[in-house]
């Protein structure tokens, strides 16, 4: 089953707002849900980060799609959304199907928009492709790319989540990290014989790192946010119901939880939300 087939139908009821679920292995989805936000003022959110179980990026295939079927059943069955975005490339790419297979409501996951932006941006028709090692493994990205007609170079970049989770996002470790990966990409990509001219952000933590990896990309490669690309899609698939209609409330209806460090999720997950979190809830979701 592919993004495109389980992506959001329009809902029956004109009237009623929806109830969004949004789920992540950490802070990283909050970079969609700000999109998200932005785009369906009206909507009400639930965000749940699993971040005792973060990173999904170096698990294997069972135990993600393990993990992340359990947290959208947390957000459908017990907070009532009625619609999920996997901002997580990783369960996106990994669990998709058993995301949909858990739960009774359309799931939209972030690899087919982030895709479809990276096929509108190319000239050249070759990109590269930034992601966790699990994403990478899965090659979905690869895979959404030549259903594009567009070449996909692929990149594991495992130490960036940890330098975003910890904050360093203007640090000079990051910007030599960022530097080494990217070099690495370029030469792989000329020893290829190819011109890339897109960079996917293919992890909902990267987009934090956007100035960093803009100040090194060389000139004319475009920077493709698949966070703000599955908000857009997602925005058009609700827009009568929750974009726009009515006033936009003075504050986003978000409600956030995370299956640990709640403190530090509070401290941090303003940086990717834009505006502060508030009360983040903490659940537990077992092992
Ligand atoms: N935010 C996840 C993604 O988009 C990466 C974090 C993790 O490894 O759990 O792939």
């Known amino acids: 089953m592919s993004q495109m087939e389980t992506a959001m ?13 949004v789920f992540d292995s950490g802070f990283g989805g909050l970079t969609v849900l700000r999109s998200l936000v932005e785009r ?16 999904y990026g170096s698990k294997s ?20 959304a009625e619609y999920l975005v996997i901002a997580c490339n990783t369960a996106s790419a990994l ?10 409501v359309p799931v939209m996951g972030v690899i087919e928009p982030g895709a479809e932006a990276a096929a509108a941006a190319t000239r050249s028709g070759r990109v590269m492709v930034i992601a966790t090692e699990a994403t990478v493994a899965s090659h979905a990205y690869a895979e959404a790319c030549a ?12 130490l960036l989540v940890p330098l975003v989770e910890e904050g360093w996002i203007e640090h000079p470790v990051t910007e ?4 080494i990966y990217l070099r690495e990409l370029l030469a792989e990509a000329r020893n290829g014989g190819g011109n890339p001219d897109a960079l996917v952000l293919g992890c909902t933590h990267y987009p ?34 929750a974009a726009g209609s009515g006033q936009r409330p003075a504050e986003p209806k978000v ?17 990717f939300l834009g505006h502060a979190v508030g009360r983040v809830e903490l659940v537990d979701l077992g092992g």
């Open 208 to 241: 934090l790192l956007r100035g960093v990896l803009e100040r090194n990309v060389p000139p004319g490669v475009a920077v493709i946010d698949s966070a703000e690309a599955t908000a857009e899609q997602v925005a058009a698939a609700m827009s009568e119901r």
């Open 95 to 104: 669990a998709l199907d058993a995301i949909a297979a858990a739960v009774s």
């Open 9 to 21: 139908s329009q809902p029956e009821t004109a009237m009623s707002q929806p109830v969004i679920g």
């Open 176 to 179: 030599q990290v960022v530097q």
């Open 40 to 55: 369906l003022p009206q909507a009400e959110f639930v965000f749940l980060g699993d971040t005792a179980r973060l990173p």
């Open 147 to 158: 259903r594009r007609g567009v070449l996909g170079l692929e990149k594991a970049c495992p």
């Open 61 to 80: 295939q069972r135990t993600i799609a393990r993990y992340a079927a359990e947290s959208a059943r947390f957000l459908v069955e017990e907070q009532g």
């Open 255 to 271: 409600r956030c939880f995370a299956t640990d460090s709640v403190a530090k999720f509070e401290r941090l997950g303003s940086r």
